[in-house]
């Protein structure tokens, strides 16, 4: 089992940028693919990014164009989404996920743990 808690959200401007970490407990989280997840109102669960146990590749949807950054310190059983040029569209729920058989897996109902979800709400 893996427990899962984000933090770090907020309400920021435009162009800032803004780090989200994802604090996990259980004995099995170094052994986890872990991905980031966002929901914006109204609209469907999508991809972030995601990284392997190890940490040594990640895995980032295209439309972000490397404003964003996933990373993971398993001495801290920490993930991290390092957020770039933040725009009003990047406004939504962020949730950690874990537990993927791959990480490049995007899809939901391929992770088995989820956190509770931090908001991030991105001004013009």
């Known amino acids: 089992q893996v427990q899962l808690v984000e933090s770090g959200g907020g309400l920021v401007q435009a162009g800032v940028s803004l780090r989200l970490s994802c604090a996990a407990s259980?004995?099995?989280?170094?052994?986890?693919?872990m991905a980031w997840f966002r929901q914006a109102p109204g609209k469907e669960r999508e991809f972030v990014a995601s990284i392997t146990w190890s940490g040594s590749s990640t895995y980032s949807a295209i439309f972000l164009k490397g404003r964003f950054t996933i990373s993971r310190d398993n001495a801290k059983n920490t993930v991290y989404l390092q957020m770039n040029s933040l725009k009003p569209e990047d406004t939504a729920v962020y949730y950690c996920a874990a537990g993927a058989h791959t990480y490049t897996r995007t899809r939901p109902y391929d992770y088995d743990y989820w956190g509770q979800g931090t908001q991030v709400t991105v001004s013009s």
């Open positions: 259980g004995r099995t989280f170094s052994n986890q693919n």
